[in-house]
C-alpha cells in the first residue's frame, strides 16, 4: 500500500500484540505481501511490538516458523485451518506434520484450527471435526494455547470444548459471537479476540459483546491482511491498523485507551509469552 493511501494515525498510549496475522498472504491479485521488515516497521511506529504469525496449513506454519527463527518480535502458531483439513487427502500426515512443528520453542500455539460451516459440505465436516479434536490433543501435549477458528458454528465449536475436553488456553481468534456468547466464553476462561470488524456499521452485536468481555480475556488481532477497521475498510490490513481497533474497543467499554493497551499486552503475554 503505497504511503501516500494511508491516513497519519498518533501512535497507541501503550505497547500491544497483534495476536494473529497472516503476514504471507495477498489480499488480492493486485496487493502482494509487505516485506515482514516493513510490516513489523510500521507497526511498531503505533505501538504493535509484537506479532504472531498464524499457520493454516503445513507449509504456511512451517513460514511462520521460519519467520519467528529471522525476527525476534514474531512468535509462530501452527494448525490445519478447518477448510484445509476438509480438502486435506492426506490429514494424517498433515497432522503428524503440525505435531512435530508445535513443539518447538518459536512456536507459540495451536491455530488456527476449529469448524467452519460457512462454505462446507456436510460430507467434509467429519474431516473438520477430526482435526479439531487432534489440534486440541496436541495442545495438551506441549501446554500450549489453542486457537479458534469458528464460522457459523458456534454451538459445535462449544460443544467440542466442553464434551471432548478444552486445553488449558482457548483463544477464539476473531470472535463473532454475541453478547450471550460472550458470557459462555466468560465462563469458561476462554479468551475472546476482537478484529476491525467491531468498527463496522452493522457490528452491533460484537459491540455488544466486547462490553461484557471481562478485562481478562480481552485480546486483539488484525486477521491481516483481512478484516480491514474503519477507516481503512477495502484495503489491505496490517498490524498498523490495531490502532483504529483499540480506539474503537475502548470507546465501547468506556475504558481509556491507555487502560485498554496494558490489558491486551498483559493478556497477551499471559496467553503467548513471555515475549
Known sequence: MA???????????????????????????????????????RAKAVGVSTVIQVGCDVASSRWAVQTAREF??????????????????????????????????????????????????????????TSFRAHIDIAREVGKPVIIHDRDAHDDVISTLLNYGAPDVVVFHCFSGDAAMARICADNGWYM???????????????????????????????????????????????????????????????SEERVCELLFSNSTRVFGPF
Open 3 to 41: 504511503k501516500s493511501d494511508e491516513l497519519s494515525v498518533l501512535p497507541l498510549a501503550g505497547h500491544i500484540v497483534d495476536t494473529h496475522c497472516h503476514m504471507e498472504i495477498s489480499y488480492d491479485d493486485e496487493h502482494v505481501p509487505e516485506p515482514v521488515f516493513i510490516a513489523l516497521a
Open 72 to 129: 525476534p518480535d514474531v512468535w509462530a502458531t501452527v494448525a490445519l485451518h478447518p477448510n484445509a483439513a476438509a480438502h486435506d487427502p492426506h490429514l494424517d500426515e498433515s497432522l503428524s506434520a503440525i505435531r512435530e512443528l508445535a513443539a518447538l520453542p518459536e512456536v507459540r500455539g495451536l491455530g488456527e484450527t476449529g469448524l467452519d460451516y460457512f462454505r462446507t459440505e456436510q460430507t467434509q465436516a467429519a474431516a473438520q471435526h
Open 193 to 255: 479476540s476482537i478484529s476491525g470488524v467491531v468498527t463496522f456499521k452493522n457490528a452491533q452485536d460484537l459491540r455488544a459483546a466486547v462490553e461484557v468481555i471481562p478485562d481478562e480475556l480481552l485480546l486483539v488481532e488484525t486477521d491481516s491482511p483481512f478484516l480491514t477497521p474503519v477507516p481503512q475498510r477495502g484495503r489491505p490490513n496490517n498490524s498498523s491498523n490495531l490502532v483504529h481497533t483499540v480506539r474503537a474497543i475502548s470507546g465501547v467499554r468506556g475504558q
